[in-house]
């Protein structure tokens, strides 16, 4: 870790602090993953949603059933036709999670210094004295002494909502534990979290293998979500079994680190993974609150340099039932934007808050405030640095185009790309202005009917930071002549102007191929 690392331009003047904030077509550089659920699962919401910034919708199945959520995705569906606005689908799996099971869903009082048991028998109705759970080996793995959390959906640290347990003792296969705080629980299903102990149970369990091969196969799934991610081996297992889906072998993993395992083994998962997800409300609970932020900082600083999304969770809790978030929240957000995040996600506050669209309005108003003064030179210096010498051939036309992009200071940066990958180690550097990543559809055929590549490619950059994707015309061949490169940059220039972040005699960079050649062009924009 850096000392210089909090990459933050000096001085910031205090009149910059007074400017209004200006609203433009892409919120901001920082994407922003929006849960759909009970209040943003509309035709309506959903389009506020994309219209103020969400460009990943993801589906947690650790509630709902299959036909709940394909419902939501063809709404979603709908809502990208309306506002024509792009947006990648992230399943997130339930993993070896541990629920309380309360089948009537009567809210339950736990009271302070009292007694509860936790038991495997989900036939027996929960109470405050009996609270059944969908693990049977829960007594085998604690012991006397050790931390158990109950809470709904995921821990906000609201004592009011999630109780703190100490086990007591074990009895074969029920575990007694004393009550730490008075709680409420409301709800069917909560989130047991026991404090650093292993769960010998699957990181993919057998409902999440149905349900991807069902309802992820069915939608073309962009992002797999992979929870309690605890080794390299859950990436490489979980990949494998994609890669037998047939239409699956492109979706991107994504490895969530939930608790003191998989933050063990976490170099080996980054190397494994697409992108990292740093789940802070179960990983707050393993490491002690002081620790937070430095697992932030060094898994953000470590996603930054091998150049893979990193997801930042739980930054607005209080926006699930206020309109403002709270100071240390908002300074969070920016905090993270800083760290070098590439999205936020967004869980409770658009599933089951009360503001979903303010939600994503806000956090997308602050990400765009932190980049304004985030040290991109400092950044691309930094990561030229780390790269080293001799660069791949990829690697010197990308931080390239980016350099120059930066001297000739550009409005924007247009890349040319089939795979995604020259638009993501663009991205990489951090250009201080949009990356508009077109991606160029390749013709492929199974023997038995033609389709395009492109669509994936294009949905996956959704999630990387600064880079904002267009489809270019299938019928523009993928080995470039001049006559298709200028008629397809023509169309990303008219949709630089259409956005807003082009206009007349501004600077654009173009990063191409022309035969076998990668070239980087700067072009003037005359009237």
Same mark, same amino acid.
Not at 231 to 238: G, K, L
Not at 269 to 292: F, H, M, Y
Not at 488 to 513: F, M, N, P, W
């Given at each position: !870790? ?34 759909? *659920? ?6 309506? =919401? ?9 460009? /990943?919708?993801?589906?947690? %199945? ?10 939501? @995705? ?23 999670? &541990? ?16 007694? /509860?048991? @936790? ?34 959906? &995921? ?6 909502? +999630?109780?703190?347990?100490? =086990? ?13 705080? +008075?709680?409420? @629980? ?10 650093? /102990? ?14 991807? +091969? ?68 179960? @990983? ?42 709270? $100071?240390?929240?908002?300074?969070? #957000?920016?905090?993270?934007? &800083? ?7 967004? *869980? ?42 001799? !660069? ?28 995604? $990958?020259?638009?993501? &180690? ?6 201080? !202005?949009? #990356? ?5 559809? $390749? ?24 880079? %904002?994707? !267009? ?57």
């Amino acid at each position: !870790m850096h000392s210089t690392h909090l990459l933050l331009e000096e001085p910031i003047r205090m009149a910059s602090v007074l400017e209004p904030s200006k609203s433009s077509f892409f919120p901001s550089m920082t994407k922003i993953v929006g849960t759909l *659920g009970p209040k943003s699962r509309s035709v309506e =919401v959903i389009s506020a949603c994309l219209k103020v910034g969400m460009s /990943v919708a993801r589906f947690d %199945f650790s509630w709902g059933d299959v036909d709940y959520h394909q419902e939501t @995705l063809e709404n979603l569906k709908t809502a990208v036709k309306s506002t024509k606005k792009l947006c990648a689908v992230m399943l997130d799996t339930v993993g070896p999670e &541990l629920q309380v099971v309360n089948k009537s869903g009567n809210a339950i009082s736990l009271e302070a210094d009292a007694t /509860v048991i @936790l038991t495997p028998d989900q036939n027996k109705e929960a109470s405050s004295e009996l609270l059944p759970i969908n693990f049977t080996g829960l007594a085998k793995a604690v012991k006397s002494g050790d931390t158990i959390f109950i809470g709904q959906y &995921l821990f906000t640290g609201s004592e009011t909502t +999630s109780v703190w347990l100490e =086990v007591t003792e074990t009895q074969e296969d029920d575990v007694v534990c004393a009550i730490k705080n +008075s709680a409420t @629980l409301a709800g069917s299903l909560f989130t047991l979290h026991i404090s650093q /102990v292993h769960i010998d149970l699957p990181t993919l369990s057998e409902a999440d293998k149905d349900v991807i +091969s069902k309802w992820g196969v069915r939608n073309k799934i962009d992002f797999l979500s992979l929870s309690y991610t605890r080794h390299a081996e859950d990436v490489r297992e979980a990949r494998d079994f994609l890669s037998k889906l047939g239409e699956l072998q492109q979706t991107q993993i994504f490895a969530k680190i939930e608790n003191i395992e998989g933050l063990k083994h976490f170099d080996e998962i980054l190397q494994e993974a697409d992108g990292i997800i740093l789940s802070r409300g179960n @990983l707050g609970i393993d490491l002690p609150p002081e620790k937070v932020f430095l697992f932030q900082k060094a898994a953000v600083y470590k996603c930054n340099t091998s150049g893979k999304p990193a997801v930042v969770t739980r930054v607005v809790d209080s926006m699930t039932d206020n309109l403002r978030p709270t $100071r240390a929240e908002a300074t969070d #957000v920016a905090n993270a934007v &800083l760290d070098g995040s590439d999205a936020i996600l967004l *869980g409770a506050e658009t599933l089951r808050g009360l503001y979903p669209v303010e939600t994503i309005s806000t956090v997308g108003r602050i990400c765009a405030e932190a980049e304004k003064v985030f040290n991109h030179d400092l950044y691309f210096k930094k990561t030229v640095k780390y790269v080293g010498e001799p !660069m791949t051939h990829l690697e010197s036309i990308a931080s390239s185009a980016v350099r120059a992009a930066i001297k000739v200071k550009a409005s924007v940066l247009i890349c040319f790309t089939s795979s995604g $990958r020259a638009a993501r &180690l663009i991205a990489k550097y951090r250009p201080t !202005m949009p #990356v508009i990543s077109v991606v160029i559809p $390749r013709l492929k055929t199974n023997q038995l009917r033609w389709s395009f590549t492109g669509a994936f490619e294009a949905r996956q950059s959704l999630i990387v930071r600064g880079l %904002f994707p !267009m489809l270019a015309d299938p019928r523009h061949p993928a080995e470039s002549t001049s006559a298709t490169n200028e008629s397809v940059l023509k169309v990303a220039l008219e949709y630089g102007k259409a956005s807003g972040v082009i206009k007349t005699h501004d600077r654009v960079v173009v990063c191409q191929k022309v035969g076998d050649a990668s070239v980087v062009k700067i072009i003037e924009l005359e009237d």
